[in-house]
């Protein structure tokens, strides 16, 4: 049934707390609704678990199922930013911080929730770019020179330190 159905729009309600999914049923061609309240979500709440409550609830998870992870974990910091008192413009500018992919950022300091959500956003680019076998651009065994850079010397492993054992 998964497959015959597609997300058109996908938000969040605050009021009570719940994800709110517009999609197409392209068995029948309607256009339907879907509201998934998030029980017992409050500002203390772990993304990670409530992700989970989600994924194995069996009246949500074909739907959840169909959103990316990286999606559904920026919807419930949305949430999650708003219970803690960010307004909501606020709560999108850090979000959309935190999905910039920074080659300078030292991800050994920063907290967990977002370690997670930066290794998500890494494995939806790593999938795009990759090319499996079957696919058209695919070659097997490709072999690549690289330019010759000097070598750069150090003192640790001259050859003229070395001890005898």
Not at 6 to 23: S, T
Not at 55 to 81: G, W, Y
Not at 122 to 140: C, H, N
Request: charged share 30%.
């Amino acid at each position: 049934m998964a497959d015959t159905l597609q997300i058109l729009k996908c938000g969040v309600r605050f009021d009570p707390p719940a994800l709110v999914l517009n999609y197409k049923d392209r068995k029948t061609g309607k256009l339907r609704s879907r509201s998934m309240p998030l029980r017992n979500f409050n500002k203390n709440s772990g993304i990670d678990r409530i992700m989970q409550e989600l994924e194995s609830n069996p009246r949500h998870s074909k739907f959840i199922r169909l959103m990316s992870p990286a999606q559904l974990q920026r919807l419930l910091t949305i949430v999650k930013d708003k219970l803690n008192g960010l307004s909501l413009e606020a709560s999108i500018a850090r979000n959309n911080l935190m999905d910039q992919i920074n080659p300078d950022e030292n991800l050994n300091k920063v907290d967990p929730e977002i370690l997670q959500r930066k290794k998500l956003l890494m494995d939806s680019s790593f999938e795009k770019k990759r090319i499996k076998p079957g696919d058209p651009q695919f070659e097997y065994n490709v072999e690549v020179d690289f330019d010759e850079v000097a070598i750069e010397t150090s003192n640790w492993d001259s050859d003229n330190s070395e001890i005898d054992f």
